[in-house]
C-alpha cells in the first residue's frame, strides 16, 4: 500500500493511506542501515500487519520532491507564511527572513495577515501592498470573525502545505477554523512582551480533505537566513530580477553600494517597497558578519 507520513512519535510513524485510515508503522532497519530517517510528509509504501489495530511496516520511503529542515519535513507543495496584522504587529523583517527560507528551498510560498479584525483597514492594505509588489500572493483574513477562510480552504485544496510564522499570529487557529477535528491548542499572547506561547510541539500533517494536507509548525521567536553566499541573497527577493537590467554592473551587481542600479531606482520609484530593500541590506550585513567568525 501507498500512504504518508503524518506524524512520527515514540518510533512510530503515523501513516495515513490517503483515504480514511491512519496505521502506525515500524520502520524496517535497512533504513537505520543506510542513514535513512523517515520524516513526516514522507510519500511511503507499507505494508499492514494488523488490519484491527491498524498497525505495519514501512518497506520503502519514495524519492523526495524537496525537504525542510526546520521543521524537518518533506515534500511540501507550497507554504503560507502566517502572520497578525495586529495583536502583535508584524514583524517585516522576520517576515522576509520566512520568505527568504522558502525561496532557498523553492517551495512556493504565499503571505496571510490574520487578525484584520483588529487592525486599521489602511495599515492592512499597506502591508498587502508591499507583498502584491513582490510578487507573492497575499490573503488578508480574521479567523476569529470567519473571514477569508473560505479562500483559505481553496488554496489549500489539492496540496501539502506548510503553515509558517511566529508564535501568536494564530496558526493553529487558522488549522481549527479549516479542520476542526485536529483540535489544535491554542495559545494566548502574553500581555507582557505580546509574543506568543510556544503551544505546537511537534511536526503533524493534517488530512483536510482528499490530497490535501496541512501542517502547523513550532512558532520561530527568530530565524537566521539560510548559510549562503551574501552575493546570492538578492536572488531570492524575486521583484529584484526584474529591474536587474538596469544595473551598470549587471549580474554582479549587489544593489547596494553601485551607481546606475535598476534596483535601487526601483525602490526610489516606489516599483519595490523599501521595507522590503532594507531587509534585504540587513540580510546581506549579517551574512558578511558571519563569514568573519
Known sequence: MKGKIIKGIGGFYYVHDCVNCVYACKARGIFRKKGIRP???DDVEFTVTDEGDQEGNIDEILPRRNELIRPLSANIDQALVVFAAASPEPNLNLLDRFLVMMEVREIPVSVCFNKCDLADEVKVEKYRAIYRLAGYPVYGISVKENRGIEEIRDFLRGRTTILAGPSGVGKSSL???VLPEAVMEVGSISEKVQRGKHTTRH?????????TYLMDTPGFSSLMAEEMEEKKLKYYFPEFARYGSGCRFGEDCMHIGEPVCGVKAAVEEGKIARSRYENYKLLVQELKGRKRY
Not at 511536526?203 to 490530497?211: I, N, Q, R, Y
Open 203 to 211: 511536526a503533524e500533517l493534517f488530512c483536510v480533505e482528499a490530497d
Open 39 to 41: 520524516v513526516v510528509g
Open 175 to 177: 488549522t481549527n477554523a
